[in-house]
């Protein structure tokens, strides 16, 4: 689960990381409330999921209340388009004002965790307010790692290790010790995925803020963070993804024009793949699970078919726990329902596979079959125009 700039902040500071003065609004006339309260000079910021966003105009300077109270008037209510949001853009409903620091250094912390390794990592560098990709691409000498041993947790000597790379001296070094720290135990505390400062700010003074901040968090523990569940922001999500969420479906939308439903995980990989080998791209990663049942697999149906990029559609099961014929069935009252159009190839195999290609065949709707992913691949792709 994603959230705002502006909650990351709220959950940072509850662990001591030090963050700007500011305050969120949705009205102008607040804008310049929050101005003069804490500037006059402020920073105004879009509230989207997205990065980019100062180059597509959501982050402006105010010199005074006044233009704060203008350039709020301008941001709200527009739509902020950046290499994230892709070209429909992102409709900014709130702003963030905070006060404008006197910038030094912006630097770079991020704590993920890396698969691979099976442990936490942090990244530090040198060069931050730059997309980190762009620098781990161009200079990779310049991003430093610690990773974390969950066996013995964060060390001292580590955010110490990464502060004396970045070159920091003095206060500013112990500052930036004690930020390390401070932020590895609010992404520990809040279980969660990503923690990013970008840019970690130097201030002409040598204070260290979190001039920015995103933070990511692990689905499966949101159960024990319900004031962080109540942050989640349903407007900033597709709203196809909500849908499925609603069902227990895993559902992810892709940019391709075949429509995937598969059981597994592993599977529903497995069938991306060999589609875009095949030389079409997936519209969506779409796991219906193991234990399904025949009305979950009518929603997952529905959503899927509901996806306007979706040309044609490949159905990818291998019936182990779920049976073939309780997925036909799903598939065929669903079709019937909503009046689809759009061909769909069929592969089934497994528990009951006999009864679901009967319930198909029988269903008096025009469904192509296949025997098995080479060949489902190789019918749905031209079906789809490409």
Known sequence: MKIHEYQAKQILSRFNVNIPKGEVTDSPAKAREIAEKIGPRVVLKAQVHAGGRGKGGGIKLAQDPSEAEKLAH??????????????????????????????????????????????????????????????????????????????????????????????????????????IIALYKAFEASDASLAEINPMLITKQGDVFALDAKMNFDDNALKRHPDIAEMRDLDEEDPLEVEAGKFDLNYIKLDGSVGCMVNGAGLAMATMDIIMLKGAMPANFLDVGGGVSEEAIKNAFRI??????????????????????????????????????????????????????????ESGLEFYSAGGMEEAAEKVVPLTGQ
């Open 74 to 179: 301008d941001m709200i209510g527009m739509t902020l388009i950046t290499h994230q949001t892709g070209p429909e853009g992102k409709l900014v409903k709130k702003i963030m004002v905070e006060e404008a620091l006197d910038i030094d250094k912006e630097l770079y912390i991020g704590i993920v965790i890396d698969r691979a390794k099976e442990a936490p990592v942090i990244m530090a560098s040198s060069e931050g307010g730059m997309e980190i990709e762009k620098v781990a691409a161009e200079t990779p000498d310049l991003i430093y790692k610690e990773y974390i041993d969950p066996a013995t947790g964060f060390q001292g000597f580590q955010a110490r290790k990464l502060a004396f790379k970045l070159g920091l001296e003095g206060n500013t070094l112990k500052q930036t010790i004690k930020f």
């Open 304 to 361: 899927l078919v509901s996806d306007p990029d979706v040309k044609a559609a490949l159905v990818n099961i291998f019936g182990g726990i779920v049976r073939c014929d309780l997925v036909a069935s799903g598939i065929v009252k669903a079709s019937k329902e909503l009046g689809v159009k759009i061909p769909m190839v069929i592969r089934l195999e497994g528990t009951n596979v006999e009864e679901g290609k009967k319930i198909l065949e």
